[in-house]
């Protein structure tokens, strides 16, 4: 069992920054591909970006531009910069660690972006 915990979510004016940050005691860390989703009220969960083990990055259109995410595998962390936020960003954010077949959540950190 992989325990992942997030932080850093918030309340935020919009095109405010935020980071959030998510990290895992799992030694073996460095071997998945991490992730971070979010869910908007009413809404299915939905992808937003990924890392592989050696760093390839992949981002939803909707954050391209806007959101970075990193890794420091030394500090068994996943991170996601969020810049430019819009009040349409609001969600609950969850990170994911993925290494077949196991798949792991995190318990979600809530964003909000205030207009």
């Known amino acids: 069992q992989v325990q992942l915990v997030e932080s850093g979510g918030g309340l935020v004016q919009a095109g405010g920054s935020l980071r959030l940050s998510c990290t895992t005691s799992r030694r073996t860390f460095s071997s998945y591909a991490m992730g971070w989703f979010r869910q908007a009220p009413g809404k299915e969960r939905a992808f937003v970006a990924t890392?592989?083990?050696?760093?390839?990055?992949y981002y939803a259109d909707s954050v391209k531009g806007r959101f970075t995410i990193s890794r420091d595998n030394a500090k068994n962390t996943v991170y996601l910069q969020m810049n430019s936020l819009k009040p349409e960003d609001t969600a609950v954010y969850y990170c994911n660690a993925a290494l077949y077949p196991d798949n792991y959540w995190g318990q979600g950190t809530q964003v909000t972006v205030s207009s």
């Open positions: 890392i592989s083990w050696n760093s390839n990055t």
